[in-house]
């Protein structure tokens, strides 16, 4: 049913710590084991990638051949990342963008993406599901649901 | 497991006519009985609205008492209506803006939502399964998934 | 003494629901015994009219010949609707803005009235004395206090 | 040699009324009988209508099959509806916006059209005159002028 | 009932000889026996001041240990002075913002007011009669009409 | 019945040349030829004069005593020429401004004419049909119909 | 021939001191007695004032009855002062702006004057002529030159 | 006691026809007649200059070897022409900028001067007396008053 | 080791009074005596100034002939004072400008600074440790450490 | 090889003479010679022009049949010149523009470029050597090196 | 009396070579002593990092368990990382941003930092003492001078 | 004859493969060849680098002592990276800004470059030749051409 990319952007390696109203009280491992109990039950795999580093998100985004889709967290690189958005545009893999929190809600920086106009589509504001979610999108569409 | 309620905006009755590229080919009509047939699977009850009058859907949000849910397409309106987005801080009913193209790769004036920020999120690009996701949002979140 | 018209705009329906702190606890209904007590206390006749359509507002202010001065909540649509001042600007009842909360200290896009440049004023953050200031104001005038 | 229709929007009910100076002292009514004296001469037929409702108009407009052109002026609505736009985007039919006044030459927030974009073209300031030649202009593309 | 302060920023005390169109025929002197004799008609105190010092303004407002509530009218110092903006809220004395014009529609750096975001409330474009109908707001407040 | 003096500014020799989408395929000489077969339909004579230079087209718009009417297509220098404009301003004889292509549809520097406020109005979008229409609009406008 | 006010805004009282570049060597002093050379061959009377502060610079306009005209160089007050630019428009006499050095060349927020648009005229950039030569207009026009 | 050149932009040759308030009643000739009799009285020589031609007045900049001084009135090339700018900062004769209007209370767009800042200085608003005082200035200057 | 002043701006004089999440609890008195305690520590001598007036600062910074470095608060003046600016420009004590609260997350009007430009630097949000911390900085820089 | 046209635009004809330091020390005359000794080298034909008036450039792009390339530096006319932009758009010819200096890091008006969209690219900052590169460039792009 | 990080971003390992003006004479291993000194004499624990990549200074943020507090100079990502705020965010050890130099007057991208709101405040333009200042007011709090 | 280095920021390593319109089909290693070939025809070292870490950028920048030039395409930090900027400006060799596609006719974003003001010069829209010429352009300077 496909194989996908999961990748969380800088400083997402501290969920639960950071600022709960925003984003919840779940440690980013304990949203990893539901993204992967979420893949056992739909019968695909899902490698994970968690990063501080603007370069190392770009080779993840170029190193995807024979991906079935990507879903980045791009955190606070969605707003100042030309260089993750020409990788993204420059790849043959979808990329669904996530953020926990509802962006379009904060502060004036955070309301626009330099990212999400080269990705499939956005999902904000609806928590640790919108890793799920996007997976979901991806498997609906192959079998045409 | 709920009652839910899905409001399309303005000339998304006119769907698989208007510009396919951004909008897919499926009519409204073959995008809610994909809705209906979803709902029926999981066993919740969903109504649907289309309306071209902005009051009309300010009255719909209104009139929400008793829902679980409510999946927003606002159409042109996402752009535009203080009203519609004081409707939704007033009621108690969480809602979902969903719009089916992948607006942050639009025209300029379609880049900001006006209602995002007072919804519990935003799903955009992923057509018509954006209205799908968006209850099982709902349903994942009533059942602690 | 004059005949009067109080428009109240979207959601203002939903006083007593909607976020007490900017707009205070009274019902519409509530609101509207004050201003009609007023009004008789004044010997004056006033109607009032509640509506979330835009076209609606607009209707009432062009049929209000006769009127010795009309009193407009237009709510949401204070910051988009160039009809409504377009329709105030036909007429030759004057009209005075009135907003419960006060807009000035509010979010950015509340803080620009379409409409207050061709009023006679704006009241705003007095709640819903403002209906009852801006009345009292016309009577004023007429008997030149 | 066609059929056509003329929508009036927002407020045009009040012209002869509503700054004399800007829409000239001609009524809705004299307006309408030109036209249709027109109409008349050159052996084609119109419909006209005028609605103070965003969403008739947008009705209006989606319900235009086999009308060879539909001549808009969208009054306050030019500048806030994209409703409006996305009705003229989604139906085959070429739309002409027409304003009576010269709008390049007044407030600011007249100036940007959100309509113009997806119409044929736009004609303004030339006064009840616009809606003539905006058919006149359908008539001789036709012939081939 | 109460006792209170009316300030008056620059140039106010030119009234009746600048721009009679915007500000009215009454000079201040009037103004303020008109305000007087609503004072006593209430039963209640008022001081007034005129300066157009922004350091004296400053002081007046803190200095107002004791008072019900002051009605200010910022004029020129309205669109540049965070110093009384910071003055306003040190104070708990509630304050008022009077403005004779409708200074919504006047020039544009006349439209945002650094101050009314501070105070109660804003009242704008009806003359004289907008400080009374301040004081009125204040009285009708405590007796909870 | 009059006398007109239509103009084309810079670029506009090349017609037929540069990008026919959005200027049609007529050449220059072929849209004079339709021109002036309209004049003489119309029993009013027209001059045409076509420039690259910014100073000749001033020379040509001051030379205009006796004119009834001007037509003038600004091309390029709609957008930057005050100088143009201050000269329409001076001159007592009537402009229209005329652009083949929707210019309200085009790149961003395009959609703002710095000419249009000062003339009597402006057709864009209905290609060479846009000349024949203006110069009628002058005919009507004569004979009051 | 006329009695003149020069008015030097905060600051002025330390030219000489303050970066000569821009603001020339010579005191204030000096170029007060340049001042009163000038009157003296013109046979004027002209009385000098300088403050750092705004309400005094205020006041000296408000106290303005008699006068020809007021020579007033605002200094830093320029880009910020709404309450001067008030007093100017309050009373009958004529004012000049003027500036020692070029402020169109300098800093941005130097740029634009709030005073400039109530005056009768600006000089900038011409150093203590600017001063004289505003006199000199004064005098210039009484006697129809 | 020196040389000088007045070069007078487009559309100053229609002075007396165009908008009298802004510009005055007086003719282009007669200002001229007025500048040469004020150079005569002091002993200086003048030559003037009329273009409408925004090359022809780079031109005149450029070939001003031996001058004096240059009184420059760009009339609507103010806004726009780097060229221009980048003339006079090309010579080594000084340029004072004249405006027979006070631009800086005139439309937006007129507010900003491409050419000032490389100026010596500007005088805007005192009329034909502007020409006469900027060659005051320089003699003025040579004579060290 | 030098002497200094510290300046204190509108309304600090209200300080423990004023929002204490932004301010602290301390009175203006209770930091002065820190202030003075440093002083006394370090040998050196301070006087201190608050003001609500703007002139008053401007002449506290003009008279500062034989001091050492000024430590100043301008308070509200901050994000308006052209004068203060130019006061400090042209005296040849460094000055060096200090907030109690951290400025760059506050309102937007409190970001920019028109007056740390032409100082030596900028302390903010480190409460009256920064007045401390200044004087500090110009001991260290005497003594070279 | 080809033929090549070379346009210097305004104020060029002044090199060696304006701003050294932005524009070089060598005359007009002496990059022209560098530009033929290079032609020469490579067996090509250059012809080279040099306007200050935006019509005759506009001429000279537009008579441009059977050349090979452009070379332009449009000086003043970057910013502001759409009608030399439509004229690149209109003809066949690559063209190429060239700065002496490196506008993008000059005055802000200077960084951006209405002509290089249209052309083929932009060189700048590399002086006189820019003019050479940009032949090159069609040479060896025709060699396919 | 507590354990600190001190934080170089990028390019200041160049110190001493890099524009002097602007940074000053010293290394940055000049710097490191000199904080190390002071750490001496002040009985405290200071480790230094410096680092050109956005990636590793987020680690050491985040890696900050146990510390007192963190001086930051984030060089050229003050204005741009978004993701350097969110670690900031994330943790509980305070921050204080130090600039060397005075960022408020350079160029205009540099006013303004993303990452000061987050801070405890900020310290820019007083040097190397710019980073012992901001250890010397951890070390006052903790002791409550 | 001198020694170079060729960076290449992100994604540079995806050409041939990432939209060929805007970049080409040559692949790195094609482009990286025709380099060298050019180096070796010319008797130069080129050593060549590619990187989508900003910070092994900015190292590389850091670390060019002894190097003739430096040729830099910063890819997606051109629009973003002020600290590769600064390390531009720190170091004494000279950098030439390349792009292979034409940034300046490109999305808005794409159009500034943070990094070309501290550059000796940009080549844009030249393809792979844009290398070349840059480094050809450092050896024409060497020898004087």
Not at 7 to 16: A, D, F, Q, V
Not at 21 to 48: C, H, M, P, R, W
Request: net charge negative.
């Amino acid at each position: 049913m496909g194989s996908f990319r999961v990748i969380h952007g800088p400083n997402l390696n501290l969920l639960g710590q950071r600022d709960p109203n925003q984003y919840g009280t779940l440690t980013l491992e304990e949203i990893n084991e539901k993204i992967q109990a979420f893949a056992k039950s739909k019968n695909i795999t899902v490698d994970i990638l968690q990063s501080n580093h603007e370069g190392e998100i770009i080779d993840a985004i170029q190193n995807s051949g024979g991906l079935t889709g990507i879903v980045l967290n791009p955190g606070g690189f969605t707003h100042s990342s030309v260089a993750i958005r020409d990788a993204i545009e420059a790849v043959d893999v979808p990329v669904i963008e996530v953020h926990l929190s509802n962006i379009h809600g904060r502060e004036y920086f955070r309301q626009t993406s330099l990212i999400a106009p080269v990705c499939q589509g956005q999902i904000s504001g609806l928590g640790h599901q919108g890793y799920i979610l996007a997976i979901e999108y991806f498997i609906r569409k192959i079998i045409s649901l």
